[in-house]
């Protein structure tokens, strides 16, 4: 079972976006990510560099097609942070619903 852990380091919705499209494939290359995502290569870029400094992704470049090109995909590390995070906003979203008791404590 997943322990839910609220991550600032994923939540900032750029970096959620992108852990989520990440957590949903195998590898992503860099090009399609940047599409989806409708940033510029350069946010892009900064975004993976910051997960891939904390550990929650790699990268590595491979030969396609003649060309180099970027590809990303989760760590362990980021897929275990990625779904406590989710836990933590499910839990957080679960206690603001009437269902939860939020309503009737106010």
Partial sequence: MTTARFDELIHPSTR????A?????????FAFLRDRLQ?????????????EEAGYVTTE????GGRR????????TGREAF????????????GASPEG???ERL
């Fill in 101 to 103: 008791g939020a309503a």
């Fill in 69 to 76: 090109r970027r590809y990303a995909r989760l760590t362990a």
């Fill in 39 to 51: 940033l510029s290569d350069s946010a892009l870029s900064k975004q993976l560099t910051t997960l």
């Fill in 21 to 29: 499209t990440l957590a949903a494939a195998d590898w992503a290359e």
């Fill in 61 to 64: 470049r491979r030969l396609s």
């Fill in 83 to 94: 779904d406590g995070h989710i836990a933590a906003l499910r839990a957080i979203l679960a």
């Fill in 16 to 19: 959620l976006s992108l852990v």
